[in-house]
């Protein structure tokens, strides 16, 4: 049975960096074109994705956040760790992560259940 | 603005059949046979419906299914039914630069 669930703060303050966890389950992210990737979806709004990290250590990114994101993770711990730095309120969403297959254009087979994040002072 | 446009709103009644379109460029859907397709009922996680422009994923009912042309991928649900009732949401594979495109979404509802 696969599983991801996603962990980190529910409120952050204005500037200050954001650092999501997805630990996960029922995969391997040693396994040959497996990966995991961040989305989120603010209050009533589409989902944006964020980035993607694969089993080569191969990472791509929102080219609209690309500097404010950076992807790692850690293979044995089975987590995928997210940071954006300096968040402002429209930052606020619910933030998921999800398993992604890199030989099928980056599908997101599984998705955890997301995690809200509210971005306030 | 999403990179790829969805309509924002589909409807029909139960048992009639509805399709939703997902207009990308040469540079995504055009290009690639990647386009995937997700349904996502309120307060969820979005679920995977079906990839590789027309490849259902495992349990998704045959009611679902996908199509592209140039630029446009479609979605097609036939024998609505209430559990359609969600957004649905188009995204394709776009090369190694911007890598994934995701769509503005659509709201599906069931007369």
């Known amino acids: 049975q696969i599983t991801l669930k996603e962990s980190g703060p529910t409120l952050v303050k204005p500037t200050q960096t954001l650092t999501l966890t997805c630990t996960f389950s029922?995969?391997?992210?040693?396994?040959?074109?497996?990966?995991v990737g961040w989305i989120r979806q603010p209050p009533g709004k589409a989902l944006e994705w964020l980035a993607l990290i694969f089993w080569n250590d191969d990472e791509h990114y929102n080219p609209s956040l690309r500097n404010r994101l950076t992807i790692t993770k850690d293979t044995s711990k089975n987590q995928v760790l997210l940071t954006l730095a300096d968040v402002d309120p429209v930052d606020t969403a619910t933030y998921y992560c999800a398993r992604a297959f890199y030989y099928i254009g980056a599908a997101l087979s599984d998705w955890g259940q997301g995690t809200l994040v509210t971005v306030s002072s | 603005q999403s990179a790829l446009t969805q309509p924002p709103s589909a409807s029909g009644s139960p048992g009639q059949s509805v399709t939703i379109t997902c207009t990308g460029s040469s540079s995504d859907v055009g290009d690639y046979d990647h386009v995937s397709w997700y349904q996502q009922h309120p307060g969820k996680a979005p679920k995977l419906m079906i990839s590789e422009v027309s490849k259902r994923r495992s349990g998704v009912p045959d009611r679902f299914s996908g199509s592209k042309f140039g630029n446009t991928a479609s979605l097609t649900v036939s024998g609505l039914q209430a559990e359609d009732e969600a957004a649905y949401y188009c995204?394709?594979?776009?090369?190694?630069?911007?890598?994934?495109?995701f769509g503005g979404g659509t709201k599906l509802t069931v007369l």
């Open positions: 029922g995969f391997s992210l040693s396994t040959s074109g497996v990966g």
């Open positions: 995204t394709s594979y776009a090369g190694s630069n911007n890598f994934v495109v």
